[in-house]
């Protein structure tokens, strides 16, 4: 089983920036798909960003232009740099991986929170 560690989280004033990190217990040159969803009390999980294995990756329309996906294969590791942080982003972070296409389950991170406050 592929085991996940995020970090990172943490408390931000508005605009400032945060790097969230996860590293997978296995070689992601093999990894399909890695990314990051969030989570707020009472809301669905919902999608920050993915990077497919190809060099696609696709963001949510609310963090486009702030936030960035990256994986560093050879440390088994994806990142998600998150810059002009604003008080809607604040959430908990779920670490994402689809190991194959054929995989239908995903694994998920144990969350970071991410809290934008003044």
């Known amino acids: 089983q592929v085991q996940l560690v995020e970090s990172g989280g943490g408390l931000v004033q508005p605009g400032g920036s945060l790097r969230l990190s996860c590293a997978a217990s296995r070689s992601a040159f093999s990894i399909y798909r890695m990314g990051w969803y969030r989570q707020v009390p009472g809301k669905q999980r919902e999608l920050v960003a993915i990077d497919t294995s190809g060099g696609s990756t696709n963001y949510a329309d609310s963090v486009k232009g702030r936030f960035t996906i990256s994986r560093d294969n050879a440390k088994n590791t994806v990142y998600l740099q998150m810059n002009s942080l604003k008080f809607e982003d604040t959430a908990v972070y779920y670490c994402?991986?689809?190991?194959?296409?054929?995989?239908?389950?995903?694994?998920w991170g144990q969350g970071t929170q991410v809290t934008v406050s003044s």
């Open positions: 994402y991986v689809r190991l194959s296409l054929a995989t239908t389950q995903p694994l």
